[in-house]
């Protein structure tokens, strides 16, 4: 019966190690699955900043893109000025001039057109004048010939100052 009593001891024995090898097996199995529920936490953390971050990168894409092609405009503006500028510029001689100058410079250019077209009328008149002198002779009554002095001032004060001294030339 010792023989019995040691065996069932010696199985007990083996029991309990077998019993606390299970229960060591289930603690570390517990652990695992632990770790791995806190792991397939931190990694669906992760995914969602992970998503987070590629949505700003996304939207960062899109505004470099849309900024891009705002400075492309931009470029092709500021070629499209400075042509016109150095246009401008060449037209003013090679100065830059500001936009009073440039308004002054128009003028002056309309005022020399104007004086050209005026001395060509002039030239006309006065050939139209001298034609019409040699096809009659005869001098003009004194009630009918020009006053010489009808700008105040005397000569030289109106604009058309050359056609009456032209006018005197002709004994008119």
Request: charged share 25%; hydrophobic share 35%; with cysteine.
């Amino acid at each position: 019966m010792e023989k019995c009593i040691y065996h069932v001891c010696v199985l007990v024995r083996q029991i309990a190690s077998a019993e606390n090898d299970i229960a060591k097996t289930m603690l570390e199995t517990e652990q695992v699955h632990s770790q791995v529920n806190s792991l397939e936490k931190k990694k669906s953390e992760l995914e969602a900043e992970m998503h987070a971050k590629d949505d700003i990168v996304a939207k960062s894409q899109a505004e470099i893109k849309r900024r891009n092609v705002e400075i492309k405009r931009k470029q092709d503006q500021l070629q499209q000025l400075s042509s016109e500028l150095d246009k401008l510029i060449s037209m003013a001689g090679g100065a830059e001039l500001g936009p009073l100058e440039i308004q002054i410079n128009s003028l002056q250019k309309s005022i020399d057109a104007a004086n050209a077209t005026i001395t060509e009328l002039q030239h006309t008149w006065l050939r139209d004048q001298s034609e019409l002198v040699s096809c009659n002779p005869a001098p003009l009554p004194a009630h009918v010939r020009f006053q010489t002095n009808i700008f105040p001032g005397g000569w030289g004060r109106g604009p058309h100052h050359m056609y009456f001294s032209r006018l005197k030339k002709f004994g008119a």
